[in-house]
């Protein structure tokens, strides 16, 4: 719209578009709720008041905010594709999502990025994204790819390229790594992600003085606060692995506020279809005592005014026509929502049509090296062994040391104990690597199970308690070109395709819900305990999350980023 025409209709000269009536509206700015009609052309808040309107929508006193944002979010880790996810979350009033795609460019690299960016085209949700910083997330395992900062150079003048996304090598960042310096020096002037769990004192006070503004990785009270305080925008995550929401709240104080964000990081398609997206968030967050209006400032302007989107994230004019009405503030339960002005979904379904985007093509990703790759077998060593210990709603693990179960010589699975072998099978190069240790927390009786979701370089990744049965499970997931599987006595008993770079489906969320449903239920058959065990499986291949995990070049001291033996020190 012209600027001219703008001012006039805002003066109320003419007719705006759409002017939606008897709002509550949530003010962001003052922390207020103002009873007013909200006028809207060419996808613009041209005014708050009485306007007349083309077409006019009786709100009948329902509240009206501005559309939810999600300040960090890998959406191939709901493992369907951009469409799909749009079509979750956009009925939950989510309307801007900020993604890192470096799941799929640990696969693909820039091509990854730039299906991701193609695949959005044309949605009615905001697509952004951060350019992945760590890709490979480490030196410690074997990615389909590596981006330096002259290959990222390429994507920085793409219009929805806002900032580099987490910075998980802060050690990099602490050594003034050359490759680091030069991603952060690229990135001055705009949003840097961090990701730094733990990291205090001086050595926080340097990785911030390097730019990093962000952090979504606390699990402590006390970590967020110091954070905080030192100048960080705190991200205060709820996805399906990571559960961090309820104990950070208390950092949200009306001092502090205005410097959270809400994100939920990695959220699977059964909390999505369950709970709901952002709205899930903002509930909690009201129900655990937070202000309505703070909420709801925490997924609107505060991420907007964070990643420098100027026009978003509050209802007033020359602002974005991005909106949710819905009918209380306490639980938020979102009826309408409208994306450029332009209603797009009603009583918790889509209803704008014929927007899909046709989605770009990609090759096949699973290249596995069978002639090379050895059996599961473990040579028995002596005193105790470093084992895994998982940690249940988190994605962090301990370091346990455990004597383990021998037979002839080797090391063997002890369902009796909770001690499984755990593997994990390089799939890009087809180098023939593997890394292999053991896993306290999953309480398998027999079988296995094998996938190829596996952050952050996505290898195949199994744990089981048979051999036989990791062996028929891993070759089920490259059989499917990719996905997940469950298998017992020799047989698969469930599996999920995901043909998508290994770790995304293009079929329907509800389908791949369903196939994620039966994955939990065979895997509980075999006795585990977990409400997710696929994605507690995929993060124990994360080197940059303490403290133990496991790449295909075997354990990782997490915390001191270093490749450690299973026996000795």
Same mark, same amino acid.
């Given at each position: ?20 009536? *008897?709002?509550?509206? @949530?003010?962001?700015?003052?922390? +207020? #709720?103002?009873?007013?009609?909200? /006028?809207? =052309? $060419?996808?613009? &808040? ?122 998980? *090598?802060?050690?990099? @960042?602490?050594?003034?790594?050359? +490759? #680091?310096?030069?991603?952060?020096? /690229?990135? =001055? $002037?705009?949003? &840097? ?163 899909e985007p046709e989605l770009p093509m990609l090759r096949g990703s699973i290249n596995v090296n069978w002639a090379d790759l050895s059996e599961f077998t473990v040579p028995a060593g002596k005193g105790k062994a470093r084992v895994i210990g998982v940690v ?139 409400k997710d065990p696929f994605m507690t499986l995929s993060f124990l291949a994360l080197p940059p999350i303490p403290s133990l995990k496991i790449t295909d070049r075997g354990l990782v001291d997490a915390d001191n980023f270093r490749i450690v033996p299973l026996?000795?020190?």
């Amino acid at each position: 719209m012209e600027l001219e025409k703008r001012i006039a209709l805002s003066r109320g000269e003419g007719r705006a578009d759409l002017l939606l009536k *008897n709002c509550r509206v @949530v003010n962001v700015f003052s922390g +207020e #709720v103002e009873k007013t009609s909200i /006028a809207i =052309a $060419g996808g613009i &808040i041209v005014g708050l008041g009485d306007y007349r309107a083309k077409k006019v929508i009786d709100c009948r006193g329902a509240y009206c905010a501005p559309g939810f944002t999600d300040s960090h979010v890998h959406i191939e880790s709901s493992m369907v594709t951009v469409p799909e996810y749009a079509r979750a979350v956009v009925p939950h009033g989510t309307t801007t999502v900020v993604i890192d795609p470096h799941e799929i460019a640990n696969v693909f690299g820039l091509s990854g990025i730039r299906y991701m960016l193609n695949a959005s085209e044309g949605c009615p949700l905001n697509v952004y994204v951060m350019l992945s910083s760590c890709v490979p997330a480490c030196g410690l395992d074997t990615s389909g790819a590596e981006l330096t900062s002259s290959d990222l150079a390429s994507l920085w003048s793409e219009e929805r390229v806002l900032g580099l996304a987490e910075m998980m *090598n802060y050690p990099g @960042v602490l050594a003034r790594d050359p +490759e #680091v310096m030069a991603k952060l020096k /690229a990135a =001055a $002037g705009r949003p &840097i992600d961090g990701h730094a769990p733990g990291l205090s004192g001086k050595d926080l006070n340097a990785y911030i003085a390097a730019g990093v503004g962000s952090d979504h990785e606390c699990s402590t009270l006390a970590e967020a606060r110091e954070k905080l305080a030192r100048g960080m925008f705190i991200m205060l995550r709820e996805g399906t692995a990571a559960k961090n929401l309820k104990s950070l709240l208390p950092v949200c104080t009306p001092g502090s506020c205005r410097r959270c964000l809400l994100a939920t990081d990695d959220r699977h398609p059964e909390d999505l279809l369950a709970e709901g997206h952002i709205d899930y968030l903002l509930r909690t967050a009201v129900g655990e005592g937070i202000d309505p209006v703070d909420a709801i400032r925490m997924a609107t302007l505060n991420p907007a005014r964070y990643f420098g989107l100027p026009n978003q994230g509050a209802v007033a004019p020359g602002y974005r026509a991005d909106l949710v009405t819905f009918g209380s503030l306490k639980s938020l339960v979102v009826d309408r929502v409208f994306k450029d002005g332009k209603l797009v979904a009603k009583a918790g379904k889509m209803v704008l049509k014929g927007w899909e985007p046709e989605l770009p093509m990609l090759r096949g990703s699973i290249n596995v090296n069978w002639a090379d790759l050895s059996e599961f077998t473990v040579p028995a060593g002596k005193g105790k062994a470093r084992v895994i210990g998982v940690v249940p709603g988190q994605i962090f693990t301990k370091k346990l040391r455990l004597s383990l179960k021998t037979k002839g010589g080797e090391a063997v699975s002890d369902p009796k104990r909770d001690i499984l072998k755990i593997a994990v099978i390089e799939r890009h190069t087809a180098s023939g690597r593997m890394g292999i240790g053991f896993v306290r927390g999953f309480g398998l009786k027999s079988g296995a199970l094998a996938s190829s979701v596996a952050h952050d370089s996505h290898n195949i990744i199994v744990v089981g308690a048979d051999d036989k049965d990791m062996m028929t499970a891993v070759i089920e997931v490259a059989r499917m070109g990719g996905g997940q599987a469950v298998v017992d006595n020799d047989r698969v008993t469930a599996a999920l395709e995901l043909p998508i770079a290994g770790i995304i489906s293009p079929r329907p969320l509800a389908e791949v819900r369903r196939a994620v449903t039966l994955l939990n239920r065979a895997a509980r058959d075999l006795g585990c305990p977990l409400k997710d065990p696929f994605m507690t499986l995929s993060f124990l291949a994360l080197p940059p999350i303490p403290s133990l995990k496991i790449t295909d070049r075997g354990l990782v001291d997490a915390d001191n980023f270093r490749i450690v033996p299973l026996y000795g020190d």
